[in-house]
């Protein structure tokens, strides 16, 4: 079965975000808006253990941040994924890395740009279309992140929260 | 905004669920299947990190425990809601009944019947046919839950997790 490690934001920064994604965005009923800090990558549902205990002890190393959100922004040409621009923050940064240093599957050769996906799957022409309209709008938005989570997902393609870390707790 | 405390099954069990719910429950996009705790109930994003607290408390006063399912169920005539029935259990009774004072809202007047629902808002005749043809049906399934959520629903009807508690932890 398929994990994958995220962030959500606050209600007010998902319900904002699903007002694009409900039109733009496919996965819109498969899982709430967040910025990804691992892909998804296979794994046992046994294996779902040890992840979560590695990836607490990770979420102690880490404080709580400040996200901050600026633009709309696109990965086009690699992709037609139009998406919330999250400011760098090296907590957050860090967190990425340490996350995918700990499950070393992957190689992770491409650089984090941490975003809220708000519009994928979209042909040339809608993509055209809908970041010409969306680019010019200023997400200003800060909030603090404390926490995040480890999910799996189901045969319907919808994502289940296995559990949540937070961020600076004290050893247990 | 509205918060609610479930248990999310196995994805096994969650699979099974989904292969009615996707047919049978127009909740299907919004939740993952799962045995509510408490009900859904008003609160601010900052009384969360409250019932956080509290809900961390009382996961350490219950092991995990064995959670057996044996056959669909429904509630009519109360309601049209058909579920997958989950077996009395102690631990499972004293989570519910611990959770439901803690927040003390709301006066647990009903008895607890601890379920999966896998179809509701049917017609009549839409649960007459549906009932009928699930009611024979064994769903014999055995597995350990070791954890619950607390989640808040966003302006679209669907809901994210807040936070996870697991059951017998330590006190940090």
Redesign the interface.
């Known amino acids: ?1 398929k994990f994958g490690v995220v962030i ?1 934001p ?2 007010s920064l ?2 904002l975000a ?1 007002s694009y994604r ?1 039109r733009y965005d496919p996965h819109y ?1 498969l899982i ?1 808006p967040h910025i990804t800090l691992k892909n998804a990558f296979e794994a046992t ?1 046994d294996d779902a253990k040890k992840y979560a205990n590695q990836l607490r002890k990770v979420a102690r190393e880490f404080k709580p941040f400040t996200l901050k959100t600026s633009k709309i922004s696109s990965f086009q040409p690699v992709n037609n994924v139009i998406y919330m621009k999250v400011e760098p923050d090296s907590v957050l940064d860090g967190l990425h890395n340490q996350i995918n240093q700990e499950f070393k599957e992957e190689n992770v050769e491409y650089s984090f740009v941490p975003h809220v996906t708000i519009g994928q799957k979209l042909s040339n022409d809608e993509h055209s279309d809908v970041y010409g309209s969306l680019r010019m709008q200023k997400v200003e938005h800060e909030e603090i992140i404390d ?1 995040f ?1 480890i999910l ?1 997902q ?3 393609g ?7 870390f ?1 961020l600076g ?4």
């Open positions: 079965m959500f606050s209600k998902q319900d699903n409900k009923a709430p549902e926490r989570h799996y189901l045969e319907n919808s994502w289940t929260v296995f559990e949540t937070r707790e004290e050893a247990e």
